[in-house]
C-alpha cells in the first residue's frame, strides 16, 4: 500500500509541478482526501454508533478525524528526506498512465461512501446498533 500510495503521490506531483503549482502542497491534499473517503466507513461507523450525542461534539469528531489524516500526510512529505526518496523511486516506475491516477479520488469516494451505505444499512440498522454506544455510557 505503501507503494501505491507514493506511486499515486509522485505522479500527482509530476502533473502538478509542470503546470506550475505548488506540486507538493496539491500532492499531499490529493492523498489526504483519497485516505478521508477510503477511511469514511470506519468514520461512520463511530459516529453510527455514537448517535445521540450532541452535534457540536460530532462536529468536533470530524474535525479531529479530517486533521489528524491531514496532518500525517503532511508530516509525512514535507521532509525533504523523504520527499527525494520517494522521487528517486519512482521516476522509472509508471504503472498506469497519468490519466488513471486521477480517477482514483472519484473511486476512492465511491468506495468509501458504498461500504458506508452497505455498513449502515446491512450491520447497523439490521440489528439496531445505532447509537449502541452511547446507551453504554
Known sequence: MKKIEENIFYRVYIAYLNKDYPATFVSCLYIALIYMFLLAPIYGLCIDLLQGLDKNIVK????????????????????????KNVLDKNKSKQYLPTWCYFLILPLSMILGVGFYVLISIQILQRFNLEGYLYKLL
Open 60 to 83: 468536533f469528531i470530524y474535525v479531529i478525524y479530517v486533521a489528524t489524516i491531514i496532518l500525517i500526510i503532511f508530516k509525512k512529505y514535507y521532509k525533504k528526506a523523504i520527499l
